[in-house]
């Protein structure tokens, strides 16, 4: 089922000076010189479209920089006079809103530890109602596709049509090398159920550090995102928040001039008849899968049966050690990764258990059925 969105495309409300679009900027704004600096050198760069900075930060623990507050929309007022770029502000709460409209930002964007918050997130939308501002949507911290469309959704609600999401990864317990686990997979099912919603990646957060930047963004890219947000800080070294994943302004032009943008089709004809071929093949091969994978669910049903006429559990757990070791190495062999093949047979195995269980119930929910009836 795709989302029923209202929304107008992303060149009607911001347009990359080139590709691909960057929205850049420092986490927060510190001082109304450190803002104004970096705003300039950011434009000079000929790359950043729009100028990013926090105002009201919502810090995991008190105590921590929780931003510099209102004074900070009168900061971003100068650098978009000095610099022509549009601004972009995070807000948490309704007044953050009114004062965030009234003091002429274009674009704002609703931080990830809002998005979990459906109470927050109405009490933005509420807000927004009559506005004709941009809004772009965080996913929530923890992975949960729900409650990002949810957000989205109450948002355009309010009557929002120009709207755009962000992905900035999502907390994970497992300590990994990244500071949010990207979870591609989220941001593509996404799209796959709002084709027209603009996706922007926030590689600076998923990352947490500078050294990955370069390596999210290409991945985004390929991915065909719409467009990137990067922190960028004139010194990032004395940064107030997230000092390690922020960028120098030149340090920002020289990973947007390395990546390569690639495009989502082409009128080559030679590439496109290669790409029909290939195309074919897979799903040819796509076709052989579910195939097997019906024969073999048949068999995991005839071996439900007999287990069931012959009072034998379902699941042993040695049969289930030996398929799993045996595959796994099988596909090593063969070039497939441990992890793909393990939650491949996961998948499958589970269908199987799925199966026999219901083959193994059958009389129970049989003899449910009949008590129902008869006291109907
Ligand atoms: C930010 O953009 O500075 C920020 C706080 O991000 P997030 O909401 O993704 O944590
Ligand atoms: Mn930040």
């Not at 610099?83 to 009234?102: M, W, Y």
């Not at 603009?198 to 995102?225: F, T, W």
Request: proline residues 5%; charged residues 25%; negative net charge.
């Amino acid at each position: 089922m795709k989302l029923d969105l209202n929304i107008q495309p992303l060149n009607s409300w911001i347009k990359a000076t080139k590709e691909p679009l960057l929205i850049a900027g420092p986490c927060s704004a510190e001082t109304e010189d450190q803002l104004v600096a970096t705003a300039h050198l950011l434009a000079n760069t000929g790359r950043v479209t729009a100028l990013r900075a926090g105002i009201w930060k919502p810090r995991t623990r008190p105590g921590e920089f929780e931003g510099i507050g209102s004074i900070g929309l009168e900061w971003l007022k100068r650098a978009k006079a000095e610099t022509g770029l549009p601004t972009t502000v995070e807000v948490a709460t309704g007044k953050h809103v009114e004062e965030a409209l009234k003091a002429g930002v274009d674009i704002l964007w609703v931080g990830a530890r809002s998005t979990v918050n459906p109470f927050t997130v109405q009490e933005i939308a509420d807000a927004l109602k009559g506005a004709d501002v941009p809004v772009m949507v965080k996913n929530p911290v923890n992975p949960d596709l729900s409650l990002w469309i949810g957000a989205l959704e109450r948002i355009n609600n309010a009557g929002i049509t120009k709207l755009a999401a962000i992905h900035r990864g999502f907390s994970s317990y497992e300590k990994t090398a990244f500071r949010n686990e990207p979870m591609w997979d989220i941001a593509i099912h996404l799209k796959t159920l709002a084709p027209n919603l603009p996706i922007i990646c926030d590689p600076s957060h998923i990352s947490g550090n500078r050294e990955l930047i370069g390596y999210v963004s290409q991945k985004a890219l390929d991915l065909d995102m719409q467009g990137l947000m990067i922190e960028s800080h004139i010194d990032p070294s004395v940064a107030w928040t997230d000092a390690k994943q922020q960028v120098t302004p030149s340090a920002l032009a020289d990973i947007i001039d390395r990546l390569t943008l690639r495009k989502p089709d082409t009128r080559d004809a030679e590439v496109n008849d290669k790409l029909t071929e290939l195309r074919n093949n897979i799903d040819k091969i796509d076709d052989l899968i579910i195939q097997k994978m019906a024969e073999r669910m048949k068999i995991a049903e005839q071996i439900g049966n007999y287990k069931k006429d012959n009072n034998i559990t379902i699941l042993q757990v040695n049969r289930w050690d030996e398929i799993l070791n045996k595959r796994v190495n099988y596909g090593k062999a063969l070039n497939l990764h441990p992890d793909f093949t393990e939650k491949l047979l996961e998948l499958i195995h589970g269908e199987s258990i799925r199966k026999q269980t219901e083959i193994m119930n059958q009389d129970i929910a049989g003899a449910a059925e009949d008590k129902v009836t008869t006291h109907a």
